[in-house]
Every structure is written in C-alpha cells, then in structure tokens.
C-alpha cells in the first residue's frame, strides 16, 4: 500500500478565488469538477459574519454543501469584512482595545459558524504588528486576544488553525511553535500550512515544512509561489516542486482539506478551478508512482 491509499489528499478550493460567483454556483462548480470540499471565507458576497440572519443564512449554506457533497475549512481572510477601508483591519495586534475585541467576536463567530456547518477548522492570522508596537507588546496581544477565541473552539471541538503569514508578526513555523509554548501547547491551537508561503519565505524546502508541521495540521493551502515574493500563482508558474509535497503530505496522514488559494484570481476563476484539480491529480498521480518505484 502506497501513502496514497487510502490518504490521498482532498481538494478543496478557496471561494476568495471565486467571488465573481454566486456561493450556489461556486460550490456547484467545485462538486462538478470533483473537489471534495471549499474554503469557504467569511464575507459579504457569500457568507457574511455580520449578517443579522448568519444563523439562518448558515443553516442554508449547510445544506448546499450537503447537496454538493462537499466539506469545509472556514477563512477568515476577507480583506474588508470589518472595516472598509482598512484591509484585514482591525488585527488582533490593533492599539484599541475595542478593535482588538471586535476581530476576536469575529473569529468566535467564525468558530460557531465552523461548528454548524461541521467544518473542520476555522483559519484565522495574527496580522500586521502596528507601527509604534514592540514585539513583545504584540505577541502578549497575540495570545491574550486568542485566549477567549480558544476556549470557543474547545467548546464547538472545532480546533483553529493560524497561519503563518509573510509580514505579519506570526510569519515563519518557528512564530507558530513561540506562540504554541506561550499559550501553553492547547489542544484547540493548530497550524495552516501555505505550501507557496513556505517556498516563499522558510528556510527549508516545503516538502520539508510538511514534514516538520505535521503534529500540528489543522488546515493547508496551496498554490505556486517564487523565493521571496508573495504573489499567489496558478501552477506551473512559480517555482515549486510539487511532488515531493504531495508525497510528504500524504505521509502525514492528514484528512482535512487542502485548499487552493488564489485570492486575487477570481476573474479565472471557474478556468482556474478546473485547471487547479487536474493538475494536482496527476501530480498526485506522479508521486504516487513514484513512492511505489
């Protein structure tokens, strides 16, 4: 038996790449071309957090991914979900209190938003550290923010899932492992690995993050990406050897959903979803054989 069966992976791919749609007709999409879930993120033109009717309008969602076939990973990435005109505003490292509080409510919305529809993560980032903010200050924000975020997601058993991001203060996996140890190690933190963060920023190969972020997994994205630039790219054109991750990947045992994030893609997007599967079905192919060589 290969890594492969039965662990093969399952694709899923990020609405933030497919806002140009209807979320009836995303997910209508991504069933027809064969993705077993989506990244569904929280945002006005599919699923809106501040909606006064989210409970409803989440039971609805609920049902056309029982209709589609699909699972779920809920993003919390929306660039201007709480502010409109500051992208990813406010953060979690904000310098007011009350902006602070306001992104935990919304990832505790988000968490119970992930437990109803029997998702299995809640992503969430740490975010900009704010001119005028010392490290220190904003890695003691960082874990006192997500303390009451937390114990939401010990409660639903929906664990959250930060991920490093390029530029914010939690970046690298040697943030997520510092912010695991100040927070104690809890069972509810877990890690988002982008393979094309990984190739843009870290020290080791991807395929050798996948390895190494592997207790820890809760949640993954992919996507090609060049050393040093964080510009997310369809596949084939960045630089990323993609069968040794698959391969990697597949060792670990994972079983959540590994979402292809193309955020800035949308006008493609349909094109690219369809293109993003097959390619990643015959890499998986090409790992697979190669693993029984």
């Not at 069966?5 to 990020?14: A, D, M, N, T, V």
């Not at 980032?125 to 490290?135: A, E, L, Q, R």
């Not at 054109?237 to 994030?261: H, K, R, S």
Request: glycine share 8%.
């Amino acid at each position: 038996m290969t890594p492969y069966e039965p662990r093969s992976p399952r694709w899923g791919y990020g609405t933030n790449g497919l806002t140009d749609l209807r979320l009836d007709d995303a997910l209508a999409l991504l069933s027809d071309l064969g993705y077993d879930g989506v990244g569904l993120t929280l945002d006005h033109m599919h699923l809106d957090p501040l909606t006064p009717d989210l409970a409803e309008r989440t039971r609805q969602v609920a049902r056309l991914l029982e209709r589609y076939r699909l699972t779920a990973t809920v993003e919390t990435g929306a660039r201007y979900v709480l502010d409109p005109r500051r992208k990813h505003g406010p953060s979690l490292l904000d310098p007011d209190p009350d902006a602070r509080r306001a992104r935990a409510r919304l990832l505790i919305r988000a968490v119970q938003v992930a437990a109803d529809l029997g998702a299995h993560a809640v992503h969430c980032f740490s975010g900009i550290t704010p001119d005028g903010t010392d490290p220190d200050t904003a890695w003691k924000l960082l874990a006192d923010e997500l303390g009451p975020v937390l114990d939401a997601a010990t409660t639903a058993g929906v664990p959250l899932a930060i991920e490093p991001e390029p530029g914010h203060l939690l970046a690298t996996l040697a943030d997520f492992h510092r912010l695991r140890h100040a927070l104690g190690s809890p069972d509810a933190l877990g890690l988002t690995l982008d393979i094309g963060h990984c190739q843009c920023l870290e020290p080791d190969p991807p395929a050798d993050c996948v390895r190494a972020a592997a207790p820890w997994l809760r949640h993954v994205q992919i996507e090609d990406m060049r050393r040093g630039v964080h510009e997310h790219l369809p596949f084939g054109e960045g630089e990323i050897d993609f069968p040794p991750v698959l391969d990697a990947l597949a060792a670990t045992g994972y079983q959540g959903l590994t979402v292809v994030e193309l955020p800035r893609h949308s006008h493609a997007g349909p094109q690219l979803a369809a293109e993003a599967i097959q390619f990643l079905r015959e890499v998986s192919r090409e790992a697979a054989q190669g693993g029984r060589a």
